[in-house]
């Protein structure tokens, strides 16, 4: 398959190009500055260009089996956040011609209908005092997607660890359930290759802890 990765060069991004290499599939990474990214593969394209760009985005897109959004700010920030929103929006544009294009983003517990389930010191502490600006911006995100006509699944990973990949860890669908708990970079992106491979969840919104 051929699937782009935006976010490629580090944390879960990284984890599903070296994922997918490894699974024999084409991939594309779309970087500000490709020089970050410094795995090397004759299946490896390395894009330049940005999220937050249209055009960008659109040319990244074309002729891709899969799309896997991974972007993250790269520190805690209390001014507002519009990066997730407005690089779904650019992604949900380019998949207007390509509805069958499977798309995979990532957000987190705390996102969506799993707020207040994360347990005390996350709901209550981490959370609000933190993280408030990225999460309301991770809202617009879940509510753009949602509302669109892609053929798209949201994951909702725990705290994130560098662990290994162990394959072994839970999947929770109901939005009601405690979704505290930990899991590694690596087996979040062990679930979202398998997705793509073999969908059987999209259209829901995941949340994956150990």
């Not at 593969?41 to 894009?47: M, S």
């Not at 990532?106 to 209908?113: C, L, N, Q, R, S």
């Not at 502490?125 to 053929?151: C, G, V």
Request: charged share 25%; net charge positive; hydrophobic share 40%.
């Amino acid at each position: 398959m051929k699937i782009l990765v935006i976010g490629a060069s580090r944390g879960i991004g990284l984890e599903v190009v070296k994922l997918a290499l490894a699974r024999g599939h084409d991939v594309t990474g779309l970087l500000r500055d490709p020089t970050k990214l410094s795995l090397e593969d004759e299946r490896l394209r390395k894009l330049r260009g940005d999220a937050l760009d249209s055009e960008d985005v659109a040319r990244a897109v074309a002729g891709q089996d899969a799309v896997c959004s991974c972007v993250g700010v790269a520190s805690l920030t209390r001014q507002p956040v519009s990066l997730f929103s407005r690089g779904a929006a650019n992604l949900l544009a380019a998949l207007e011609s390509a509805p069958r294009t499977r798309l995979v983003v990532v957000t987190g517990v705390g996102a969506g209908d799993s707020r207040g389930h994360g347990g005390f010191f996350y709901d209550r502490i981490f959370q609000p005092l933190l993280l408030k600006p990225i999460y309301e911006d991770k809202d617009r995100e879940e509510a753009l997607i949602k509302a669109s006509n892609a053929n798209w699944l949201i994951v909702r990973p725990g705290l994130l660890t560098n662990g290994p990949r162990t394959g072994e860890y839970r999947v929770i669908t109901d939005a009601e359930a405690s979704v505290a708990g930990r899991i590694s970079r690596a087996d979040v992106a062990d679930f979202i290759l398998n997705e793509i491979e073999r969908p059987s969840r999209f259209r829901q919104t995941p949340a994956l802890i150990y």
